[in-house]
């Protein structure tokens, strides 16, 4: 994941929507605002609502990026 300007991220080269209330949770399980990530190349996890929009992602450690991707 890239963040872009928001509520806009990149996941995999394409733009996706950060839904109203959308959480992003990093490596020490705390809740980061968008802005405070750009410029970066994170490995994550997220999950979609009904609409398509991005409604929560955990980015990654090194030990859960070595996991299988959960379904």
Avoid: C, F, H
């Avoid at 959308?22 to 968008?34: C, F």
């Avoid at 405070?36 to 030990?63: A, C, F, H, M």
């Amino acid at each position: 994941m890239t963040p872009a300007p928001y509520p806009e991220i990149v996941i995999d080269g394409k733009s996706r929507t950060l839904s109203a209330g959308a959480r992003i949770w990093n490596q020490d399980n705390m809740i980061e605002m968008p802005a405070s990530l750009r410029g970066s190349l994170l490995p994550v996890y997220y999950t979609e609502n009904l609409e398509g929009d991005i409604d929560r992602v955990w980015i990654l450690t090194r030990e859960e990026q070595s996991r299988p991707n959960p379904k």
